[in-house]
C-alpha cells in the first residue's frame, strides 16, 4: 500500500512572509518525488482540524499586528497543539509562530502576546531588529536563511536550540537560533528555509514517516540543485 503523510499548514494567509509557503511545497515535493502520497490540508483563525490526521505541522512567520489574533487562536488550540507534540507529531514553526510556541511574545509598542510554551522560552522585542542574510551550525549542517524579527528569543538554560550562529539568531547575543522540543521544531530562518536546506527538510520528513510507519526509510534524493541554492545563500553578504 501506498505510504501517505498528511501535512497541516496553520495559518497560510495570516502567517505568510518570505516565502514561507515554500516549505510546504518543499516537504510536498520530497515526498512525491519518493513516492509517497502527501495531503496538504490548510487552517486558518477559527478553523476545525482533526488532530487525528497530522503526521507533520508547518506554521510561519508574520507581521506583529497578525501576531495578535493567530495568538488568540493559537491558545484556543494549546490542549491539541501540547498533545499532539507529546504523540510526537512533527512541527516545523517560523518566526512569528516560534515566537507563539515561547510563553509568549512582549512587542515593541508593549503588548503582551500569549504564547503556548512549546518552547520554555520568551521572547521580548529588542531595541533594533535583527535582519539580514544568516547561517547555522546544526546537526544537518550548514543551515541558511534570511531573518528579520524584533522579537529576541531567550530560551530558558539547557533547552536545546537548533543550532548556533555568529550573528543575529534567537536574540543576537547568546548566539543560538531556533529551539527544538521533542519533534517541534522553532527557527527565524525564511527563505523559505526548507528547499536550501534538504538535510533538514529531511530530518522532518525522516521524523514523521518512522512515527507513522516504523522502520521505514527516506530513499536518497538528487539534491544538485538544492545544494547549488544553498552554496548561493551561503556566500550572500548580510
Ligand atoms: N513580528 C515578529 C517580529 O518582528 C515576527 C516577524 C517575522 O515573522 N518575520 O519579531
Known amino acids: ?11 497560510p494567509t495570516e502567517m505568510n512572509i518570505y516565502g514561507d509557503r515554500g516549505n510546504v511545497l518543499a516537504l510536498q515535493r520530497r515526498l512525491e518525488w519518493r513516492g509517497i502520497e502527501a495531503r496538504v490540508i490548510e487552517a486558518g483563525v477559527g478553523e476545525t482540524v482533526d488532530w487525528t490526521e497530522v503526521d507533520l505541522v508547518f506554521a510561519g512567520g508574520g507581521q506583529d499586528r497578525g501576531q495578535i489574533a493567530v495568538g488568540l487562536d493559537l491558545g484556543k488550540r494549546s ?17 512569528g509562530t516560534y515566537q507563539l510556541f515561547t510563553r509568549g511574545f512582549r512587542t515593541a509598542t508593549g503588548e503582551h502576546i500569549p504564547g503556548i510554551g512549546v518552547f520554555d522560552a520568551e521572547t521580548v522585542a529588542g531595541p533594533k531588529r535583527l535582519i539580514g542574510n544568516t547561517t547555522v551550525e546544526s546537526p544537518w549542517g550548514e543551515l541558511v536563511g534570511f531573518e528579520n524579527h524584533s522579537g529576541l528569543t531567550y530560551l530558558d538554560r539547557g533547552k536545546d536550540s537548533l543550532g548556533y550562529t555568529k550573528v543575529g539568531g534567537n536574540n543576537g547575543s547568546t548566539g543560538d537560533e531556533g529551539a527544538i522540543a521533542h519533534n517541534c521544531f522553532g527557527t527565524y530562518l525564511h527563505g523559505p528555509v526548507l528547499p536550501k536546506n534538504p538535510e533538514l527538510a529531511d530530518h522532518l520528513l525522516s521524523l514523521a514517516l ?14 544538485a540543485l538544492e545544494d547549488l541554492a544553498h552554496q548561493i545563500a551561503s556566500k550572500r553578504p548580510r
Do not use: N, W
Open 1 to 11: 500500500m501506498k505510504q501517505s503523510l498528511t501535512i497541516l499548514y496553520l495559518y
Open 79 to 95: 490542549p491539541q497543539i501540547h498533545d499532539a507534540v507529546r504523540r510526537g507529531v512533527v512541527f516545523l514553526t517560523i518566526c
Open 210 to 223: 518512522e512515527r507513522k510507519y516504523p522502520g521505514s526509510l527516506l530513499g536518497k534524493l538528487d539534491d
